[in-house]
C-alpha cells in the first residue's frame, strides 16, 4: 500500500471508522487533515478518539462539515482496572458535561507531570532537553498547548541522535517497564464509567487484547465493564489477528453487548490506516447504530463501501 501523499491514498473498505487519533493528543496529523485524509479514503462517518482530551474536536467538526462527512463526538479515557491501565471509548456525549470536563482537566494535568518526569529521567540518562524537544516537535505537527506523549519524545530523540529510530527509543528508553514509561495515576475505571453515563456517553471497552491479560482476567474485565453499563466491545482494531476478533465477538454474544471496529490510527503507516480493519461478524449489532447520525449516511451496514 502506498502512503506517501494524501493524493494517492488508497480508498477504505469501510466508510465508517471509529478509533483514530490526532495532534491534539499522539497523532501525526492535525484534525483537519485527519479528516481529509479519511474523507479521500472513503469515510464518511468518523469519530475523533483522542486521548483525554476534546480539544481536536471542534476543528475536526469544521472540516467535517466542509466535506459533507458526519464526526461522532470521540474520546478514549485512560484508568485502571486491577491496577492495570485500561482505554474506555466514549461516543456521542455531551460536550459540555461539566463532570467529563473536570475529569479531563485532571488527567490533562497528570499527562503534564508525567512528561516533566520523563524529561528528567532521560535528562538524568545524559539526554537533556527532551521535554523541550518534545513539545517543539508537536509545534512542527500544529499542536502546542497539550501535554506531549512518548511519540513526540521519541521523535525528538531521533532528532537529537538520542536514538537511531523511533523503535529503538522505545525499545530502549520509552517502551513499557523502560525508564521512560512512567506510571500516571489514572482515576478507576469505575469512575470513568460513572463520568461517561452522566455525559450521556455510549460506551466501548478499547481493544481488550492489548493489554497482557490471561484469558479468565480478560473475561473478567468485559463482565465488569458490562455490569457498569457498558455499551460494547472493540472487537476489531486496526490489523488485529482474526482469531483475537472471533474471541472478541464470542464475548460480545455471552455479555449482550454491541461492537465497535476502528483502525486506531495515529499516523500513515503500511500496517495501519483510516478505515483498515477487519470486518465484526454480521450477526453482531455495532453501536454507531445508535449513534444520531443523518439517515443519508446509515447505509451501508457498517460501512462497506459499494
Request: aromatic fraction near 8%; hydrophobic fraction near 40%; charge should be negative.
Amino acid at each position: 500500500m502506498n502512503t506517501s501523499s494524501s493524493t494517492d491514498v488508497q480508498r477504505s473498505p469501510f466508510s465508517i471508522d471509529l478509533h483514530c487519533h490526532s495532534t491534539a493528543s499522539d497523532g501525526a496529523l492535525t484534525p483537519t487533515a485527519l479528516v481529509q485524509r479519511a474523507h479521500e479514503r472513503g469515510i464518511r462517518i468518523l469519530a475523533l478518539t483522542d486521548h483525554d482530551t476534546l480539544k481536536g474536536i471542534g476543528e475536526a467538526r469544521q472540516a467535517c462539515d466542509a466535506l459533507g462527512m458526519h464526526l461522532v463526538n470521540g474520546i478514549e479515557l485512560s484508568c485502571t482496572w486491577a491496577a492495570t491501565t485500561i482505554h474506555v471509548l466514549g461516543y456521542d456525549f455531551a460536550l459540555d458535561s461539566i463532570p467529563l470536563n473536570a475529569l479531563i482537566r485532571r488527567l490533562q494535568d497528570g499527562r503534564w507531570q508525567r512528561a516533566e518526569k520523563i524529561s528528567q529521567r532521560l535528562a538524568a540518562k545524559g539526554m537533556p532537553g527532551c521535554l523541550e524537544g518534545a513539545r517543539a516537535i508537536q509545534a512542527g505537527l500544529g499542536e502546542q498547548e497539550q501535554p506531549p506523549a512518548r511519540p513526540h519524545f521519541a521523535a525528538y530523540m531521533v532528532q537529537a541522535g538520542y536514538a537511531r529510530d523511533h523503535a529503538e527509543a522505545f525499545d530502549k528508553w520509552l517502551g513499557a517497564g523502560k525508564l521512560g514509561d512512567v506510571k500516571q495515576f489514572w482515576p478507576e475505571f469505575a469512575e470513568v464509567m460513572q463520568v461517561l453515563g452522566e455525559a450521556q456517553a455510549f460506551t466501548s471497552l478499547a481493544h481488550p487484547y492489548h493489554y497482557s491479560f490471561t484469558r479468565s482476567k480478560r473475561r473478567r474485565l468485559v463482565a465488569d465493564f458490562a455490569e457498569r453499563g457498558g455499551h460494547a466491545l472493540e472487537v476489531s482494531n486496526g490489523p488485529q489477528p482474526p482469531e483475537q476478533v472471533g474471541t472478541l465477538a464470542v464475548m460480545a454474544r455471552e455479555f449482550g453487548l454491541k461492537v465497535t471496529a476502528g483502525s486506531d490510527f495515529h499516523m500513515p503507516r503500511n500496517w495501519s490506516e483510516l478505515g483498515l480493519y477487519r470486518a465484526p461478524a454480521s450477526d453482531l449489532t455495532p453501536l454507531w447504530h445508535s449513534f444520531a447520525v443523518p439517515d443519508s449516511l446509515r447505509e451501508p451496514e457498517i460501512g462497506v463501501l459499494p
